[in-house]
């Protein structure tokens, strides 16, 4: 069975009248197990492949290679489907009209699939939004799962939809389905993928070369089947007149949940975390309270973790009001970090936007604080990609020079690996 641990690092001592205060509650998770096989359900699991005109080639060779090595991966009871996508999205597997639009993963299943799979011809635009809402539909004619994951390649923008109707597809698969999203290539949108895949608490990353396509997805498999927590809740409590001023997933990246809250009781919210595996991810809650005076002291929030209705562990998060300026002037070393990597995801993101938009000047501020940052947090993958883009300086000052020779893939993938974090060093 799942075992949860809560540790909250916070300077819990506020000035005089003080009001806000912060805490990071880091969650590890120990024995998740094997998904589908916790008791809490059954799990689905639908590989959604693009196979438009632009894949014509090697990429939908590899593509086909790799949907293949998915359904090795894919652990027999598991129910799933293959999606092939073009303008319109198309049940590869199996090959249903009514009913149920998954079947078990078993050898039979599996060698049908990898039979419909290898018939894959690159051909027709590109609709994710039609992708999703068919995978939505499949999850939904499976009434006994617990766990829904997609995983969603493609290589090129969502040309044949309006931005609108991406949206609302989206809209409609939240809460339904959790989805990884991989672009292959340099010709895809990585703000438009990055959408999809933070709305549908997945990931979102680049593979540059369609070669590494088996690799990457049977990797992807692998980490999905080993989420035996199906699916699982952050509540956050605080007292009477309190105020909840963020809640941000900050490791194994940054996942802005604030708005993401449905309320369980009249003083509490619960925020969506996905499934789980071994693993740990740090949370930054911000909570304004009441003012009060020195002396006094109050929770200021109680943080749990629930899986349905019940609740696994929590960490609580306390003020105490001091007239010591050496105890109150404190910032607790991983709020001080974890503040660091959003800025640090902020940083980087604007910085490519102000390039894009032909910003020099504005690029070059933005890229030199996102390199400042990344050195004093201790993020090397970001200082690396970063390098990429930029010829530094002075990394400590945050002084680079924008390189004239940057390769659209070094910096589509310095934007995918913005919002990874590091955790604080010992």
Not at 268 to 278: E, I, L
Not at 279 to 294: F, G
Request: proline fraction near 3%; include cysteine; glycine fraction near 8%.
């Amino acid at each position: 069975m799942a075992t949860f641990i809560s540790t909250v690092y916070q300077n819990e001592f506020l000035p005089d009248q003080g009001t806000d205060v912060h805490a990071i509650v880091s969650i590890t998770c120990d024995e998740a197990g094997v998904a589908g096989q916790s008791g809490q359900g059954e799990v689905g699991e639908i590989v959604i492949v693009d196979t438009s005109g632009s894949m014509a080639g090697q990429r939908i060779e590899m593509a086909k290679r790799a949907a293949i090595v998915a359904c090795d991966s894919i652990l027999d009871g598991t129910w799933f489907a293959i999606i092939a996508g073009t303008h319109q999205a198309y049940l590869a597997y199996p090959r249903v009209t009514s009913g149920p639009g998954m079947v078990q993963m078993n050898p039979q299943t599996r060698q049908a699939a990898k039979q419909a799979i290898a018939s894959f011809r690159a051909d027709g635009g590109t609709a994710i939004g039609s992708w999703l809402l068919l995978a939505r539909q499949l999850f939904a004619s499976i009434g006994s799962l617990a766990g829904r994951h997609a995983i969603v390649l493609t290589d090129g923008e969502d040309y044949n939809e309006t931005p609108t109707q991406l949206d609302t597809a989206i809209r409609q698969c939240i809460g339904q389905f959790q989805a990884d999203c991989r672009g292959i290539g340099v010709d895809w949108k990585v703000s438009e993928v990055r959408k999809i895949a933070q709305a549908l608490l997945g990931s979102v990353d680049i593979i540059p070369d369609a070669r590494d396509l088996p690799t990457v997805l049977g990797g992807l498999i692998q980490q999905a089947m080993s989420r035996g927590v199906a699916d699982a809740q952050l509540r956050v409590w605080i007292p009477q007149d309190a105020q909840i001023l963020f809640v941000r997933q900050v490791s194994p990246t940054v996942e802005d949940l604030t708005y993401r809250g449905q309320a369980i009781n009249p003083l509490t919210m619960g925020y969506p975390t996905g499934a789980w595996g071994d693993e740990s991810r740090d949370y930054h809650i911000a909570v304004r309270l009441p003012a009060k005076a020195v002396g006094q002291e109050q929770l200021a929030a109680r943080v749990q973790l629930a899986v349905g209705s019940q609740v696994l562990t929590q960490g609580l998060v306390k003020a105490r009001w001091s007239s010591d300026p050496t105890l109150t002037a404190q910032i607790s070393p991983e709020v001080a970090h974890y503040t660091g990597q959003t800025e640090l995801a902020t940083a980087i993101q604007e910085g490519l936007a102000a390039r894009a938009a032909g910003d020099d000047r504005t690029a070059t501020l933005k890229l030199g604080r996102a390199v400042q940052l990344a050195v004093q947090t201790g993020n090397s993958e970001a200082t690396q990609k970063l390098q990429r883009v930029v010829t530094v300086d002075d990394a400590a000052t945050g002084t680079v020079r924008l390189r004239r020779d940057i390769a659209k893939a070094d910096e589509m993938a310095l934007d995918t690996a913005s919002t990874k974090t590091t955790r604080i060093r010992a």
